[in-house]
């Protein structure tokens, strides 16, 4: 088992920025991808982005990319997503999640979730 603590939500205007962790514990951290997915209300959980376990790959949603960055510290079992210049279409509860090895964008594909952190960003 793999036990996620999403944290770092919060209310921002459009153009901020916010970072969230995401603490893992329960098992090797550095054996298991890991991703970030989000959930707007309405509508399906989408891709964000994902690293491989050495953190030496990474892969992000179209939507994301240039202004989102992931990142991860084994040495300290968490995940991080850097979000800069957001915008009102990234509300959502944000995921964090992880499987073994290998990347994959598809959230079948992922074995443990957290709890979700809601990020609300003003117009």
């Known amino acids: 088992q793999v036990q996620l603590v999403e944290s770092g939500g919060g209310l921002v205007q459009a153009g901020g920025s916010l970072r969230l962790s995401c603490a893992a514990s329960?098992?090797?951290?550095?054996?298991?991808?890991m991703g970030w997915f989000r959930q707007a209300p309405g509508k399906e959980r989408e891709f964000v982005a994902a690293?491989?376990?050495?953190?030496?790959?990474?892969y992000y949603a179209d939507s994301v990319k240039g202004r989102f960055t992931i990142s991860r510290d084994n040495a300290k079992n968490t995940v991080y997503v850097q979000m800069n210049s957001l915008k009102p279409e990234d509300t959502a509860v944000y995921y964090c999640?992880?499987?073994?090895?290998?990347?994959?964008?598809?959230?079948?594909?992922?074995?443990?979730w957290g709890q979700g952190t809601q990020v609300t960003v003003s117009s």
């Open positions: 999640a992880a499987r073994p090895y290998l990347i994959r964008s598809s959230q079948f594909a992922y074995d443990y």
């Open positions: 329960g098992r090797t951290f550095s054996d298991y991808a």
């Open positions: 690293i491989s376990p050495s953190g030496g790959r990474t």
